[in-house]
C-alpha cells in the first residue's frame, strides 16, 4: 500500500476497531475511467455486485473472496475511496448469471442484456492481455458486497 492508502486504512481500523489487512487493494475496472465510474456506482450504494473471472484470483495470487473479507477500494488516480465487505461469493459458469445479479451490479441501465454484453467485452479484453480467450461457460466468481466505510472528504483530497 502507497502511504495515503495505509493512513486510509488505518483510519478505518481505528473508526471500526478492526485489526488485520485488506484482502484486496485496488480499483475496480482496467483503466482509470472505468474505475472511477464504478466507483461512484458503490458510494452511492448502486453498485453491491461485481463478478470475476475465476482465474484472475490465481493470476493476481489471490484467494478467493469470502463472507467478512474487507477490501480497500481506490479511484483511477490510486487514491483510497471507501472498504467494502464481501457479503457474499459463489463461483459458477458466467453463463449463470441472471437478472438479479445485474440488477445488483448497478451498472448501465441495469438490465441483464446490459450487464452480459458489457462483461463479455471488459472478460474478452482482460483474457487478450494475458493471450487468452474468454469463453460463456468460464467460471467467474459472482460476488456481493456492501460498503462499509467511505474516506472522509478532508483525508480523501
Known sequence: ????????WQAFCQ????????????????????????????????KTATCSRAIWYGQQGLALPE?????????????PRCVIETVSARIAPFSSGDADFARAEGEGDLSFEWWRAAHVDYFTREAARAGLTFD???DVVFEHFRRVWTVPETDAE
Do not use: N, S, W
Request: net charge negative; hydrophobic share 40%; charged share 25%.
Open 67 to 79: 463472507p467478512g473479507d474487507l477490501c480497500l477500494i481506490l479511484d483511477g488516480q490510486g487514491r
Open 15 to 46: 473508526t471500526r476497531g478492526h485489526e488485520g489487512t485488506p484482502v484486496f487493494v485496488g480499483a475496480f475496472g482496467d483503466g482509470p475511467e472505468l474505475a472511477d465510474e464504478l466507483l461512484a456506482l458503490i458510494l452511492i450504494d448502486q
Open 1 to 8: 500500500m502507497t502511504p495515503e492508502q495505509e493512513k486510509a
Open 136 to 138: 460463456l461457460d468460464e
